[in-house]
C-alpha cells in the first residue's frame, strides 16, 4: 500500500524516491546516521542537492524516512508472520530480531544513536513500532487464555519490552556471541512468564528455561 506521500508522486518519482532513501541507508552503513551529508547524498542517488531538499526539506527529515520505512517493513513482516501461539510468536519475534541485528551489524550499529537517543520525537515512532510488536504476542497468550486472572496485559507488555529491548541491539551483540544474547533473553522472559502463565504457555517456558539454562551453562559470557 502507498503511502500519503507516495500516492501524490509518479512511479518516476517513486523510483527515485526509493533510490535516494536506498543510497541514505547506504550512507548510514558507512559513516554512521550522524557522519551523512546532503551533498554525498546527492552524489550517491544522483540527483542534485536542491532536489533532496525540494522532497525531504531537510537531511533529518530525509534520514529519518529512510530509517523508519526499513524499520515498519521488518517488522511488518514478523507481526504477519503466521504463528498459532502467542508465546511462540514472542520467542519468533526475539530470534527474527537477534538475526537481523547480527546480518546487519553495520547499519545497526549506525542506528543505535537515533534509536536510543531522545533527542527528537522520531525515536518515540520506533519506540512505538517495536512495542506493539511484542504487545501483539503478549495480547495473542491473553487471547488463549494462558494468563492467571490478575495479569495486567499493558503492564506485562511493558515489562517484555524493557526487558528485551537493550539486550537486541548492536552493543550486546559486539560484546557476547548472537546466540548467548538471544538465549539470555529468552531465558529472562520464560523464568518472568513461568510464574504468571497456564497451561501450554506455562509448560513451554517451563521446558524452555530448563533447556536454556543448560545451554547457558559454562558460558564465559554468563
Same mark, same amino acid.
Given at each position: 500500500?502507498?503511502?500519503?506521500?507516495?500516492?501524490?508522486?509518479?512511479? %518516476?518519482?517513486?523510483?527515485?524516491?526509493?533510490?535516494?532513501? /536506498?543510497?541514505?541507508?547506504?550512507?548510514?552503513?558507512? %559513516?554512521?546516521?550522524?557522519?551523512?551529508?546532503?551533498?554525498?547524498?546527492?552524489?550517491?542517488? *544522483?540527483?542534485?542537492?536542491?532536489?533532496?531538499?525540494?522532497?525531504?526539506?531537510?537531511?533529518?527529515?530525509?534520514? !529519518?524516512? +529512510?530509517?523508519?520505512?526499513?524499520? !515498519?517493513? +521488518?517488522?511488518?513482516?514478523?507481526?504477519?508472520? #503466521?504463528?498459532? !501461539? *502467542?508465546? #511462540?510468536? @514472542?520467542?519468533?519475534?526475539?530470534?527474527? $530480531?537477534?538475526?537481523?541485528?547480527?546480518?546487519?551489524? +553495520?547499519?545497526?550499529?549506525?542506528? *543505535?544513536?537515533?534509536? &536510543?537517543?531522545?533527542?527528537?520525537?522520531?525515536?518515540?515512532?520506533?519506540?512505538?513500532? %517495536?512495542?506493539?510488536?511484542?504487545? !501483539? /504476542?503478549?495480547?495473542?497468550?491473553?487471547?488463549?487464555?494462558?494468563?492467571? #486472572?490478575?495479569?495486567? $496485559?499493558?503492564?506485562?507488555? +511493558?515489562?517484555?519490552?524493557?526487558?528485551?529491548?537493550?539486550?537486541?541491539?548492536?552493543?550486546?551483540?559486539?560484546?557476547?556471541?548472537?546466540?548467548?544474547?538471544?538465549?539470555?533473553?529468552?531465558?529472562?522472559?520464560?523464568?518472568? @512468564?513461568?510464574?504468571?502463565?497456564?497451561?501450554?504457555?506455562? %509448560?513451554?517456558?517451563?521446558?524452555?528455561?530448563?533447556?536454556?539454562?543448560?545451554?547457558?551453562? *559454562? &558460558?564465559?559470557?554468563?
Amino acid at each position: 500500500m502507498k503511502t500519503p506521500t507516495e500516492k501524490k508522486l509518479t512511479e %518516476r518519482q517513486i523510483r527515485r524516491r526509493e533510490n535516494i532513501l /536506498a543510497a541514505a541507508r547506504e550512507l548510514i552503513t558507512e %559513516r554512521g546516521y550522524d557522519g551523512v551529508t546532503m551533498r554525498d547524498l546527492a552524489k550517491a542517488s *544522483g540527483v542534485a542537492p536542491k532536489t533532496l531538499y525540494h522532497q525531504f526539506e531537510s537531511k533529518e527529515k530525509l534520514l !529519518r524516512a +529512510a530509517v523508519e520505512e526499513r524499520f !515498519r517493513h +521488518a517488522y511488518q513482516q514478523i507481526d504477519e508472520a #503466521d504463528i498459532a !501461539r *502467542g508465546i #511462540d510468536r @514472542l520467542f519468533y519475534i526475539i530470534d527474527t $530480531v537477534g538475526k537481523t541485528t547480527r546480518d546487519n551489524m +553495520a547499519y545497526a550499529k549506525a542506528l *543505535g544513536p537515533i534509536l &536510543s537517543s531522545r533527542r527528537s520525537k522520531s525515536s518515540e515512532v520506533f519506540t512505538r513500532i %517495536r512495542m506493539n510488536t511484542y504487545r !501483539r /504476542a503478549i495480547e495473542q497468550i491473553h487471547s488463549e487464555s494462558e494468563f492467571v #486472572d490478575w495479569v495486567d $496485559v499493558d503492564l506485562l507488555s +511493558a515489562i517484555v519490552y524493557r526487558q528485551v529491548n537493550p539486550i537486541l541491539t548492536s552493543s550486546w551483540f559486539l560484546k557476547t556471541p548472537g546466540d548467548v544474547t538471544t538465549t539470555v533473553v529468552k531465558l529472562d522472559l520464560c523464568l518472568i @512468564l513461568a510464574s504468571v502463565t497456564t497451561g501450554y504457555t506455562h %509448560r513451554k517456558v517451563i521446558t524452555m528455561a530448563k533447556k536454556l539454562q543448560k545451554t547457558l551453562k *559454562g &558460558s564465559p559470557y554468563v
